[in-house]
């Protein structure tokens, strides 16, 4: 099983890109895979193969009509250990003793 984090973004396209955001996000959610987006890209999971292509096809779905797409990415290939998307957040929060995250716009 594959976690594959990453983030696709258009270039010269101006400063707000949360149409895009939203087209990559259709990809992947047609994709049938798991996944969570948060604030600075989408985390999914799937076998190895699935999560690149996912990607693939997310740069390529930009690429229709963008001149320049840029793509910062990390995986994580672990064996045996299938549901790593909710897995890793729920070891930490026992290690802590208590949910982590907060939302209701809280600044540091």
Known sequence: MA????SVTPLGQG????EYVRRAIEVIDRSGLN???????????????AVLDVMRQCI???LTDCDRV??????????????QLHDKMQSLERRFGR???RSGGATA
Do not use: N, Q, W
């Not at 400063?15 to 949360?18: A, F, H, I, L």
């Open 70 to 83: 840029t793509c910062t990415a990390k995986l994580d290939c672990r064996r045996g250990h299938p549901d």
């Open 99 to 101: 949910p982590l995250g």
């Open 3 to 6: 976690l594959l984090e990453f």
């Open 35 to 49: 996944y969570e987006v948060h604030a600075m890209g989408t985390i999914v999971e799937g076998d190895l193969a």
């Open 15 to 18: 400063e707000s890109v949360g």
């Open 60 to 62: 390529e779905e930009l």
